[in-house]
């Protein structure tokens, strides 16, 4: 039952992926009407600072900046950020966890301006911003994006008219690698132009962006539609709309395509914004979404061919969110065509590799 549902629902989002559609914005959820707590008068710190707190037996209760926000003791002792606690130059803690009291609740507490002061049992002092609490409280993260996009289709990208961003300009000035790292963490692709075809080439390029990362094919290969790996992407037969390495537990985060030779005719870059297709689900279907993003599905890659002999098994949701914001950022969600994210011309040799240092899967 769960399986028919499921691929009734993948049916429908590679339809959607297939259909022209407007561009929708994530909407912000409004979380301040999940905490009508009261904060009582004999709390109230400045008024100029519209800030107040409640101290309760095991957790401080702080509204500011339109939020309220709980902390537990334990957290914000072991959070402090004292010179005893905490190391600046390495962004580690100092402090043993351990030795914290689970019990444990300040002694007295006290606004200065905009920093909160806890005195412990055993006279030390913690001190924080307010605005560094509302940043790493938990119901400051429910209203923070952590990766804002645009969502688009073949119309809106066009009329876009993203730049893409010359090969020395990008290897050689921050100005070059900044606008193609815009333009990928907005809408997911970025294209570098002028890049001599060699693999040596690719290979800086790629190192320019991140670290290379190490699969079952190597950091990077050259491949051609000679089948020399059990794989579609090796054939000249067509590859529909699909997310590349769902086989892999962390699939990867960057995919570089540079296609050094074409003969002949035939083959097309396809590109679709799957976050764009994911949106259009939660706001048509928001029960459907939430079971794709709840029900785990085994990814299989199956290779049999020469001396390569590979079975890789992922496991996940077809869309995963964080869970405090609910906000998208992967998709897996592979056709019966395996590997290759960008369809391109049927004769061509390529150059391939990826990188996973930044959280950038939203090509489908």
């Not at 039952?1 to 407007?22: A, D, E, I, P």
């Not at 994530?26 to 979380?31: G, K």
Request: glycine fraction near 4%; charge should be negative; aromatic fraction near 12%.
């Amino acid at each position: 039952m769960w399986c028919h549902r499921l691929s009734h629902l993948q049916s429908r989002l590679q339809n959607l992926l297939r259909r022209g559609v407007t561009c929708w914005a994530f909407q912000q959820l409004n979380f301040k009407s999940l905490f009508p707590l009261v904060i009582h008068s004999h709390h109230t710190a400045s008024e100029s600072l519209n800030c107040a707190w409640q101290q309760h037996e095991d957790h401080f209760e702080l509204q500011y900046a339109n939020t309220v926000m709980r902390f537990d003791y334990v957290w914000l002792r072991d959070h402090c950020r004292s010179a005893s606690c905490y190391n600046s130059k390495t962004h580690q803690r100092s402090l043993d966890t351990a030795s914290v009291d689970l019990c444990i609740k300040p002694k007295t507490i006290r606004l200065d301006e905009t920093t909160l002061f806890f005195t412990w049992p055993d006279g030390h002092v913690t001190k924080y911003d307010l605005d560094w609490l509302v940043r790493n409280s938990y119901e400051g993260q429910k209203q923070k994006v952590i990766q804002p996009r645009i969502l688009w289709n073949a119309e809106i990208y066009q009329q876009a008219q993203v730049p893409s961003v010359d090969f020395q300009s990008f290897l050689e000035t921050n100005e070059g690698l900044k606008n193609f790292l815009q333009n990928f963490l907005l809408y997911g692709i970025a294209f570098v132009e002028n890049v001599p075809p060699t693999q040596e080439h690719t290979e800086k390029l790629a190192e320019r962006i991140s670290l290379i990362r190490e699969t079952i094919y190597g950091r990077m290969w050259y491949f051609t539609s000679d089948f020399s790996r059990g794989d579609t992407a090796y054939t000249k037969l067509a590859l529909d709309r699909h997310t590349d390495t769902t086989y892999f537990q962390e699939p990867c985060g960057i995919q570089v395509f540079h296609c050094l030779k074409h003969e002949g005719t035939g083959g097309r870059t396809l590109l679709v914004d799957g976050f764009y297709a994911a949106e259009q689900v939660l706001q048509k279907a928001p029960e459907e979404f939430e079971l794709l993003t709840k029900v785990p599905l085994k990814h299989e890659y199956i290779e049999n061919v020469g001396e390569c002999h590979n079975h890789m098994i992922g496991v996940g949701p077809v869309l995963n969110i964080y869970p405090w914001n609910k906000e998208l950022y992967l998709i897996s969600c592979e056709d019966k065509n395996k590997l290759l994210l960008l369809p391109l011309p049927l004769d061509c040799n390529m150059n391939y590799t990826n990188t996973n240092s930044l959280p950038l899967d939203n090509l489908l």
